[in-house]
RNA sequence: GGCCCCAUCGUCUAAGAGGCUAGGACACCGCUCUUUCAAGGCGGCAGUAGGGGUUCGAGUCCCCUUGGGGCCA
């Protein structure tokens, strides 16, 4: 059975790219019958960031990506991953390194000095076993390193890149428990993968260069190793290097609070390195498990296009289903200051079938519709002086906002009727009264028809806006 | 610097394991619809990094160069 994982470590929130990796993981697990599992590298202490763990679950569960086990945590299992480098120590595959972190010290700065790459020179390992014991039980502070194999290449398949070879004399005696008694990445991650039956590993290509210590130790501790899959990273916009913060929104959650729904980034992260083939675009999380092929997923790392992104989250805002959108839109309005009432709904609804065509966000709402809210508007001044600049203008619109208590029902279609015929009496052109009218009610040149507008808005509103604003800007004129 | 990975429009990508006039999407630019803005429709711009092979035929296979990225420092 397919065993997967996504493993992060507590370090922060959860990045966009560290949530396309959780996605594939979670693809592949579901087209497969699989079992997803999300594990918690929690052993480095001095990168632990309270308050990470939550967010990476909450980011997983909003996006839909939701895990069949776990959360485990490794530091909980400090005793399993300390006994697993006893038994490399006893099967000769590693040993313990008495060396001081001040002789480490200088041994770099003199290789460096003489022009070599630095790294260490394997004093301990020629170290006899019976000195090494002796040693460790008069307890003297050691680490326990890899012994890797230097009269041979290690060689891995890599799912996606094929075949990776590196000569054994290129790596290094690794640390696997350093002398805290806590183990290195590559040890807990190894034995994790190992005892929890992981089937395939596909995490992102910057662990390409260690993969073969993790080979060799699965080799080591006589185990099968799983399918390694390294996923392309995500690149930022100016192409150069990986996305970070400087870039923009990173965190899945980040997003979420601009208003990008979890389906849209979820739709935009999938093709970023993976495409069904064809011209498919937009492809729901259900559509992905049937499409989903891990051999599709390309190499090269994708640059992150937020205009993509935005397009994408449009579609899928002018698409969404009215009442669920009203209830995504409700806490943007909260964070606005806008204080909606139950009662409030209908209106809110009619707003957001007008409006969710012209967002791309759902954090854009509040402020385009904050008129809906208030009689406080601010008047766009470039299109007062466009529309409404001149005396006559502010006496026609006054006549035509008088007529519309004559309208019997107060719809789209008699609203337009009314101010069509009112226009063809007065000898203007509908635009002339459409225009200025829908700066005095929204404050803006920009926005819905006008008389669907004015129908959502009701005659109330209307007429009280419009008297409102032509006597504060008459005055200030 | 050493080692590793990668390479199709500006960006995301397609071209089932050689047959192509190199397709789609975002962005951009026109036109259209129209009361503005969107959305929609129609159209345009734009790419196989360079050089060698293999082959009747190469975006697809091999080599080199160049460029980009990652890891170790």
């Known amino acids: 059975m397919v065993r997967v994982r996504f493993a992060p470590s507590p370090t922060g929130y959860l990045h966009v790219g560290g949530a396309r990796t959780a996605l594939y993981n979670w693809l592949f697990a579901r087209k497969n019958g699989g079992r997803f599992i999300l594990r918690i590298e929690d052993t480095d202490r001095t990168r632990y960031v309270p308050g990470s763990v939550d967010d990476i679950m909450e980011s997983l569960r909003w996006l839909g990506l939701v895990w069949d086990e776990g959360p485990y945590f490794q530091s909980a299992r400090i005793q399993i991953y300390r006994e697993h480098a006893n038994l490399l120590l006893e099967k000769g595959h590693a040993y313990r390194c008495f060396c001081s972190p001040e002789r480490l010290d200088e041994l770099r700065k003199e290789q460096m000095a003489r022009g070599l790459k630095p790294g260490y020179d394997r004093k301990c390992r020629s170290l006899p076993a019976e ?48 002398s805290d008694g806590f183990p290195t990445y590559h040890l807990a991650n190894v034995v994790d993968d190992h005892l929890m039956g992981i089937t395939h590993v596909m995490r992102a290509d910057e662990w ?70 064809g011209d498919r675009e937009i492809i729901s999380l259900e559509e992905m498990i049937e499409l989903f092929d891990l051999r599709k997923v390309g190499k090269r790392g994708s640059v992150f296009d937020f205009n993509k992104l935005y397009w994408m989250n449009s579609y899928y805002i002018r698409n969404k289903d009215l009442k669920e959108l009203l209830v995504l839109s409700k806490p943007f309005y909260q964070d606005a200051g806008i204080e909606l009432q139950e009662k409030d709904d209908n209106t809110l609804l009619n707003i957001l079938s007008l409006y969710r065509e012209r967002v791309k966000t759902l954090s854009e709402l509040p402020a385009v519709t904050k008129y809906f809210f208030t009689d406080d508007i601010e008047y766009d001044p470039e299109g007062l002086k466009k529309h409404l600049s001149s005396k006559e203008k502010f006496l026609l619109i006054r006549e035509f906002t008088k007529t519309l208590v004559e309208i019997d029902s107060f719809t789209k279609e ?5 101010l069509r015929e009112f226009a063809t009496e007065k000898g203007v052109h509908p635009k002339e009264l459409i225009h200025p009218i829908r700066i005095l009610l929204t404050g803006k040149t920009i926005g819905p028809g006008l008389f669907e507008l004015m129908e959502v808005l009701g005659r109330e509103a209307c007429i009280r806006k419009l008297e409102r604003g032509i006597s504060i800007l008459e005055n200030a004129n």
């Open 414 to 418: 008699r609203i337009e009727q009314k």
């Open 131 to 178: 000195e090494s014991s002796k040693l460790a039980k008069e307890g003297k502070p050691f680490v326990i390193r890899l012994k890797v194999p230097l009269d041979r290449e290690i060689v891995f398949e890599d799912y996606l890149r094929g075949t990776i070879k590196v000569k054994g004399s290129e790596l290094e005696d690794i640390i696997l428990l350093k």
């Open 208 to 277: 390409i260069p260690s993969t073969p210590y993790h080979i060799f130790m699965y080799e080591a501790f006589g185990w099968e190793a799983p399918v390694f899959a390294h996923l392309p990273v995500i690149l930022a916009p100016d192409g150069k290097g990986k996305l970070s913060k400087r870039h923009g929104a990173t965190s899945v959650l980040e997003f979420r609070k601009m208003g990008i729904l979890p389906e849209a980034l979820v739709n935009f992260l999938a093709l970023l390195g993976w495409s069904p083939g």
